[in-house]
């Protein structure tokens, strides 16, 4: 049965950092790409970053462009997500997704895909 399981999420201050985790269990994540989205109440959803499985190609979302990393770790079989110098703004439920291709979506938009259940980020002080 696929799984993905995001961990990570939390509280913290402004101009903090957090990582966020993304495993899997039933199947390799290596052979797929690996994306995250956000949704905040009242919000649509935001596909923010996605690492391609063909050539490990990293795409971000203008609003994340130079704060968030993402990467793999082939060993634990998980994706990460490196998140510095948060904003109030980026206070949200982060999801892991993969719609089962080699390369990421256009635009960060998932169709016919995958998710957990997501980890909350809190960015307050």
């Known amino acids: 049965q696929v799984q993905l399981v995001e961990s990570g999420g939390g509280l913290v201050q402004p101009g903090g950092s957090l990582r966020l985790s993304c495993a899997a269990s039933?199947?390799?994540?290596?052979?797929?790409?690996v994306g995250w989205f956000r949704q905040a109440p009242g919000k649509e959803r935001e596909g923010i970053s996605c690492?391609?499985?063909?050539?490990?190609?990293?795409y971000y979302a203008d609003s994340v462009k130079d704060r968030f990393t993402i990467s793999r770790d082939s060993a634990r079989n998980t994706v990460w997500l490196q998140m510095n110098r948060l904003k109030p703004e980026d206070t949200a439920v982060y999801y892991c997704?993969?719609?089962?291709?080699?390369?990421?979506?256009?635009?960060?938009?998932?169709?016919?895909?995958?998710w957990g259940q997501g980890t909350q980020v809190t960015v307050s002080s």
């Open positions: 997704v993969t719609d089962w291709y080699s390369r990421c979506p256009e635009n960060l938009l998932w169709d016919k895909a995958d």
């Open positions: 039933g199947y390799t994540l290596d052979y797929y790409a």
């Open positions: 690492i391609s499985s063909d050539d490990g190609s990293t």
